[in-house]
């Protein structure tokens, strides 16, 4: 198994501009979280979505950022537009839905607006 | 906010020694697992532990879960320099996907 792939691993943008930030979960695995971590504020949740829905969103900082779940191999986190408080490293993980909710996270992405 | 809170935030030790985490949390759970990040990368989950257990192993590490306390302590013994990093804990609710992760206790092992 690949594991929890994210693209891209670093990202370099200047403000205001549009980010993507993409994610495939581990084949099987009905819940997809984005998470976002810094030094200051440590690791936070973003939104979780399950069977492809979002199941909460109350994470996401401000109406800037949008998150989507097409199907079930796939999630896309939109920055819009970027701001410099926004530079943060961006992990997707993803778990199977039940009692047992470990999760698997990606490499991240460490995204530098400037 | 955060559900987990790890203490000490920092801890630095000699190899071959055990490290002690600590971990306190605030409403009623039905599991608390342990993470470990090394720099870099992306958290790896180590080990859960259910609301009905007091205690699980796995390899090094011992883990204790006391739900009276609301807390849980992951020990590491015989360190090995290998083992520097950050350790979470996170906390999942009965009957939701969510785990939520506490600020991290940050391990350095000293060869």
């Known amino acids: 198994d690949a594991g929890v792939i994210q693209s891209p691993r670093h990202e370099v943008t200047e403000m205001g501009q549009e980010v993507t930030l993409r994610c495939k979960p581990i084949?099987?695995?009905?819940?997809l979280f984005w998470y976002r971590q810094t030094m200051m504020r440590g690791l936070e949740l973003l939104i979780y979505f399950n069977n492809n829905v979002p199941i909460d969103d109350s994470g996401m900082p401000e109406d800037r950022f949008s998150a989507k779940m097409p199907n079930a191999s796939f999630s896309t986190l939109k920055i819009q537009p970027s701001e410099p408080r926004d530079s943060a490293v961006y992990f997707c993980?993803?778990?199977?839905?039940?009692?047992?909710?470990?999760?698997?996270f990606g490499p991240g992405t460490r995204l530098t607006v400037t | 906010s955060q559900q987990g809170e790890e203490d000490p935030q920092a801890l630095s030790i000699q190899e071959g020694e055990n490290a002690t985490m600590n971990c306190s949390y605030k409403t009623s759970i039905n599991n608390l697992q342990w993470y470990r990040q090394n720099s870099g990368r992306g958290l790896v989950h180590l080990i859960l532990i259910r609301s009905n257990e007091r205690e699980k192993h796995s390899g090094r590490l011992r883990v204790t879960l006391d739900t009276s306390k609301k807390s849980s302590s992951l020990l590491i013994t015989a360190s090995r320099a290998a083992d520097t990093a950050s350790y979470f804990c996170?906390?999942?609710?009965?009957?939701?996907?969510?785990?939520?992760f506490g600020a991290g206790t940050r391990l350095f092992v000293k060869a």
């Open positions: 084949s099987g695995h009905n819940s």
């Open positions: 993980a993803s778990s199977r839905t039940g009692e047992v909710n470990e999760q698997y």
């Open positions: 996170a906390t999942g609710n009965t009957g939701g996907f969510k785990t939520i």
